[in-house]
């Protein structure tokens, strides 16, 4: 049994803006993003606290998520 998670973000000017928890909106109003940071867990690996993550199932989730959050 496996589960697969996607998350899509953006790295602009040092700045991490998560796509899947943003509106049209919050793309062009920075005031409204929640804030994220990149993070250590316990075991030592990267993770960036307070990313959306959606749960997919197969490849064609995968492209609807793909396609959904880049046409906006």
């Known amino acids: 049994f496996c589960e697969m998670y996607v998350s ?29 940071a990149i993070r250590e867990d316990p075991s030592g690996s990267i993770c960036i606290a307070g990313i959306r993550e959606e749960r997919v199932r197969t490849e064609e989730d995968i492209l609807e998520c793909l396609q959904k959050w880049t046409l906006g």
């Open 8 to 36: 899509f973000l953006e790295l602009y000017n040092e700045e991490i803006i998560d796509l899947l928890n943003a509106s049209s909106q919050d793309r062009v109003d920075r005031s409204q993003r929640p804030v994220l």
